[in-house]
Nanobody, 125 residues
C-alpha cells in the first residue's frame, strides 16, 4: 500500500511557474510508474504526464509538451511536475497516481490504483 500526497499548488499568473510534488509513504513507488492527472469541474480526469519506473521514459499530453517536465527523485521517494509558461486552461486540481502494475507506464486513469488527494492549481489571466 502506497500513500501519496501532492503539494505545491497555488495561484499563479499566466506565464508563471509552479512545481508540484508527489511524496510517497508506506510502500515505496520505486520501480513503478507515476502519473499526473488533472480535473476541472464538469470534465473527466485527464492525463497530464507520466514517468516510467526507472525514470528513463517520460510521456506528456500534447497540450503541456514543452512546458511541463516530470521527474523523480528515488532517494526522496518523490515525483515532481515542473510547470512553466502556465496558461489559464491549466487551472485544475492536479493528482498524482501510481498504477497497479510495474511492467509498463500507463497513461489512462483506469490503470492507476493509488491516488493522492489533489492540489489546486489556479492560473489567472
Amino acid at each position: 500500500q502506497v500513500q501519496l500526497v501532492e503539494s505545491g499548488g497555488g495561484l499563479v499568473q499566466a506565464g508563471g511557474s509552479l512545481r508540484l510534488s508527489c511524496a510517497a509513504s508506506g510502500r515505496t513507488f520505486s520501480g513503478y510508474a507515476v502519473g499526473w492527472f488533472r480535473q476541472t469541474p464538469g470534465k473527466e480526469r485527464e492525463f497530464v504526464a507520466a514517468i516510467s519506473g526507472g525514470g528513463g521514459s517520460r510521456y506528456y499530453t500534447d497540450s503541456v509538451k514543452g512546458r511541463f517536465t516530470i521527474s523523480r527523485d528515488t532517494a526522496k521517494n518523490t515525483v515532481y511536475l515542473q510547470m512553466n509558461s502556465l496558461k489559464p486552461e491549466d487551472t485544475a486540481v492536479y493528482y498524482c497516481a501510481v498504477p497497479g502494475t510495474s511492467r509498463y507506464t500507463p497513461r489512462s486513469v483506469g490503470e492507476y490504483d493509488y491516488w493522492g488527494q489533489g492540489t489546486q492549481v489556479t492560473v489567472s489571466s
